[in-house]
């Protein structure tokens, strides 16, 4: 079955600078990765998305990429703010359409 | 923002008791899953369903079992819970639970096993 790998478990970064999050996965089949956000006590909702037929994708000051060959992707937040803390979960989609998720990763954003 | 929706929010119950968590969605969506989601805030999925295919994660035990009255509906059926059952319930959807389609997830339930 698929394993994702996510690091760093927390981040902590200065209001403004980067954070990268990373992810590995397992199974060659999976071709769908969306990250996900939960802040404290709510629901994961999506941020962010890639298909395997792309390498990157930006939306604002959030941006992920894939590497098929290596089997990992990433998560980019740039000018970060305040209100980007929270937990971030990386996902691949197996070929069974099951979504498995990362372990989290805890960004927390410094004023 | 009640496109997903569960009740209840909070559930506090003894060991070996059996309890639902009902799940909703408006969204006229064909599948429904159930996540959980540990002290250490690995989400897990434990089913996935919709009007065809009932597909279960082999490390979920029987004591859980989904039932579903209609494909707007997917509850979550616990027996003789256990202190390990203690967790956050996530439900969730998908359009038709095809390749790269968005799952919204419900707010979640509690679950304390006392």
């Known amino acids: 079955g698929e394993n994702v790998e996510q690091h760093p478990s927390t981040l902590s970064v200065q209001e403004g600078d980067s954070a990268v999050i990373k992810c590995t996965y397992s199974?060659?089949?999976?071709?769908?990765f969306p990250w996900y956000k939960q802040e404290l006590g709510k629901r994961p909702q999506l941020i962010i998305d890639?298909?395997?037929?792309?390498g990157e994708k930006k939306d604002q000051r959030i941006a992920v990429t894939l590497n098929k060959t290596a089997k990992h992707f990433s998560l980019h937040i740039t000018e970060t703010q305040p209100e980007d803390s929270a937990v971030y979960f990386c996902a691949a989609l197996t070929g069974a359409n099951n979504l498995f998720f990362g372990t989290g990763t805890r960004l927390t954003v410094i004023p | 923002d009640t496109a997903v929706s569960q009740t209840p929010k909070y559930l506090v119950t003894q060991m070996g008791n059996d309890k639902s968590i009902k799940c909703e969605q408006n969204l006229g969506h064909d599948t429904m899953y159930w996540y959980k989601q540990d002290s250490k805030k690995f989400l897990k999925i434990m089913f996935s369903y919709n009007n065809k295919e009932l597909i279960i994660n082999e490390t979920v035990p029987n004591r859980f079992s989904p039932k579903s009255p209609d494909k707007a509906h997917l509850n979550l059926h616990i027996n003789s819970l256990e202190l390990g059952d203690s967790a956050v319930y996530f439900c969730?959807?998908?359009?038709?639970?095809?390749?790269?389609?968005?799952?919204?997830f419900g707010p979640g339930t509690r679950l304390l096993v006392l």
């Open positions: 969730a959807s998908s359009l038709r639970g095809g390749r790269w389609e968005t799952q919204y």
């Open positions: 890639i298909r395997s037929n792309v």
């Open positions: 199974d060659s089949a999976s071709n769908y």
